[in-house]
C-alpha cells in the first residue's frame, strides 16, 4: 500500500537553529498537509498546500513557517528560528484529489534544546 | 469555529470488556468522519472512516463507529478490547468542501491485562 514518507524521523536542534522537515507524499495525491501534535496534547492543523501554493494556514503557522514543494515528490516544512515551544511530533499527510481519505506519514520528532 | 469534542479524556478497562468511546463535532453541514489510533511511540493509522451511505461503519481489528446526524456524534465502539489495544484514539472531522480535517483532543485507552 503507498505510503507517505517522512524523514528525517527524529531531529535535534538547537534554539534559533533553522530546521527543515521533509515529506515525500503519495505520488498521485495533489493535496498536501502538515499537522503538529505536542507531547501529550491534540494532533494540530498547521496547513494545506495545493497546486503549488498555500490553501489554509492555521494561527500556529506564522512567518516562521514556510512549506515548499521543490520538486515533484518532496514537501518540505521550514522552521526558520526555532523556539523551544516548537518541539513536537510534525506529521505530513497527503490526499487524492477526488478522494476525502487521507494518508499520514509516521511523523518527525523534532526536539528543541 | 468548528469544533471536535472528545469527552473521555482516559479510560481503564479489563480485558474483555466493551468499548464506546464519545466523539460529537459542531454543526457545519456536510461531514466526513474518521477514527485514528496511535500505539505508543507509533504514528496515525486510519482505524475507520464515513463518508456516507450506512451510517454504521466497520473498520480494522474489530472496530466500529455509528454516525448519528441528531446527535452529530460519531462514537467508536468494540464489543471486547483486548491488552492490544492500549493506545491512543482521535476523531477527526472534515466538512463539506473544506480541505483540512479536525482533530479532537484524544481519548487513552489503557486495557488492564
Known amino acids: 500500500e503507498p505510503e507517505v514518507t517522512q524523514t528525517p524521523s527524529h531531529q535535534v536542534t538547537q534554539m534559533g537553529q533553522e530546521v527543515i522537515l521533509r515529506c515525500v507524499p503519495i505520488?498521485?495525491?495533489?493535496?498536501f498537509y502538515w499537522y503538529r501534535q505536542i507531547l501529550g496534547q491534540k494532533v494540530e492543523f498547521l496547513v494545506s498546500f495545493y497546486n503549488n501554493e498555500i490553501s489554509e494556514k492555521s494561527e500556529i503557522f506564522d512567518d516562521q513557517f514556510s512549506v515548499e514543494r521543490p520538486d515533484g515528490s518532496n514537501f518540505t516544512l521550514k522552521i526558520r528560528s526555532t523556539k523551544l515551544e516548537d518541539s513536537a511530533m510534525y506529521f505530513c499527510a497527503s490526499r487524492e484529489i477526488h478522494s476525502k481519505g487521507y494518508t499520514f506519514g509516521s511523523g518527525t520528532r523534532l526536539t528543541v534544546v | 469555529a468548528q469544533s471536535v469534542s472528545q469527552h473521555n479524556h482516559h479510560v481503564i478497562l479489563s480485558e474483555a470488556a466493551s468499548l464506546e468511546l464519545g466523539c460529537n463535532y459542531s454543526y457545519g453541514g456536510t461531514v466526513n468522519l474518521f477514527w485514528y489510533v496511535q500505539y505508543p511511540g507509533q504514528h496515525l493509522q486510519l482505524l475507520l472512516k464515513y463518508f456516507s451511505g450506512d451510517p454504521l461503519v466497520k473498520g480494522i481489528k474489530g472496530f466500529e463507529a455509528e454516525f448519528i446526524k441528531s446527535k452529530f456524534s460519531f462514537n467508536l465502539r468494540k464489543p471486547s478490547v483486548q491488552w492490544s489495544d492500549t493506545a491512543e484514539y482521535f476523531c477527526a472531522v472534515n466538512w463539506g468542501s473544506a480541505s483540512k480535517i479536525i482533530f479532537g483532543s484524544g481519548t487513552r485507552l489503557s486495557i488492564r491485562p
Open positions: 505520488s498521485n495525491h495533489l493535496y
